[in-house]
């Protein structure tokens, strides 16, 4: 009687068994890549933006001797939320009244503090500028005390015109005072507007065209306190 090769040949059992192995071992590595697929992907990192190594800061004259200094207070924003890092925006095509902030951008600081040192490097290529709870100490050396700017930052937003078209929005009211005995001498007060157009529609377009309004805007008030303050 014949012999049944299929169940006699020595090599057969072992191929079985590596092609069980091989098959256990590839189902598994699916198995693995599977999971790995499903793993939640790290959370996108917001960028972070400020006002550049002022690049964008527009020259002012050289300073003169003998100019009176200038005591500077901390800066009021009653438009934002204090402490605040959001880049805001407008969408004035959809709803104007509404501030909505980007969800992948971030300032480095606060606005009204990036806007109060550009406001105080602007005034400090003019005359001395002093910190308001300085102005004590500057008064016992000269025998008065120095006038006070105090500024305000009410607008501070990227406004979208359409989907493709931006601008960019300061709105500062700058107020000068003069201390005296019985409270504060109104010496002036003024409101400045300025608007630049964003190169793209986006935080990057909008932060940096954010930057040069807030640049002129504090050139321009620095020329305004020139022209209101006596030398």
Partial sequence: MPQDRTMTHPLLPLRSTRTAWTTALC?????????????????????????????????????????APLALADLDAPGLVEGSNDVLYRLAY???????????????????????????????????????????????????????????????SQVFESEQRSVALVRMRATLVEPTSTGELLRGQRLFVVQRPAPTPDAAGGTRALAEATAQVVAQIATWVDETMPD
């Fill in 27 to 67: 189902l598994a590595a699916a198995v693995v890549m599977a999971g790995c697929s499903s793993l939640p992907s790290p959370p996108a990192r917001a960028l972070v933006y400020d006002f550049g190594p002022g690049l964008s800061q527009v020259p002012s004259p050289p300073v003169r001797a003998g100019r």
């Fill in 94 to 156: 959809a709803d104007a009244q509404q501030v909505r902030s980007y969800t992948l951008a971030r300032w480095s600081q606060p606005p009204a503090q990036l806007v109060q040192q550009a406001l105080r490097d602007a005034l400090a290529e003019r005359r001395a500028v002093l910190p308001a709870r300085d102005a004590v100490v500057q008064a016992r050396r000269q025998g008065r005390l120095p006038l006070v700017l105090r500024a305000e930052l009410d607008e501070f």
